[in-house]
């Protein structure tokens, strides 16, 4: 089976004193999606921009707007993310008591709802969510901090999500750790997108964007090589 695979930069590893511009270079050099990591310093040790950010740099999207929530709580902001323009809009499983009520919302709201799954968490806690989701996403770092080594223990638990979602329409998203080492393993075990952050920012810049490119060319094709 051949899978198109989508390459998502995160722009947490991009200039935070020029998103604009840092947007439309992962975008002109081939990005598939913008990822937006949101982090409350709560939920994750770490501290990062909120929906007013979101919504100051749609319009520099031409593409999808991937916006990974690791806040808790997450339900009280639904509504600014999907209000920013989100497409779509994760939250963590482990965030509250209260996931399936969340997708509802998320997915009430206009987005396309997202569940991200940290490291500890056993992909079998996903199944009775699938018909809520248009995407999971399986955090292969602890979230928190870009440029962390991969996981590898969290290939086999991708593996066992593609089983888990069968024909449904349901994305497959890894985020953390992304290279053109670790892709062709998540991408064979199923994967259908790669979050990259420092893999795909490392050597370039908005002055510089070839390499940009040439890091996005390289994380898909070792992925579709795999596929
Ligand atoms: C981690 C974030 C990731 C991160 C990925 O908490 O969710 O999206 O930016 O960064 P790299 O690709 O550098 O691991
Ligand atoms: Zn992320």
Known sequence: MTRAIRIAP???????????????????????????DVMDGHFV?????????CKAIRPHIRTV??????????????????????????????????????LQAIRAAGCKAGLALNPGTPVEAAAPLL???????????NPGFGGQSFIATQVAQVAKLRALIGDR????????????????LVAAAGADVLVAGS?????????????????IRAIRAAAEAAT
């Open 10 to 36: 995160s722009i947490l590893s991009a200039d935070f004193a020029n998103f604009g511009a840092e947007i439309r270079a992962i975008e002109d050099q081939g990005a598939d999606w913008v990822h937006v």
């Open 45 to 53: 040790p770490n501290l990062t921009f909120g929906p007013q950010l």
């Open 65 to 102: 707007m991937d916006v990974h929530l690791m806040i808790a709580p997450v339900d009280p902001y639904i509504a600014a993310f999907a209000d920013a323009g989100a497409d779509y809009l994760s939250a963590h499983l482990e965030a509250g008591p209260h996931v399936h009520r969340t």
């Open 131 to 141: 018909d809520l989701v248009d995407l999971v996403c399986v955090m292969t770092v």
């Open 169 to 184: 329409p349901v994305l497959i998203e890894i985020d953390g750790g992304v290279t053109p080492d670790t892709a062709p």
């Open 199 to 215: 893999a795909v920012f490392k050597g370039g810049s908005v002055a510089n964007p070839a390499p940009y490119g040439a890091n």
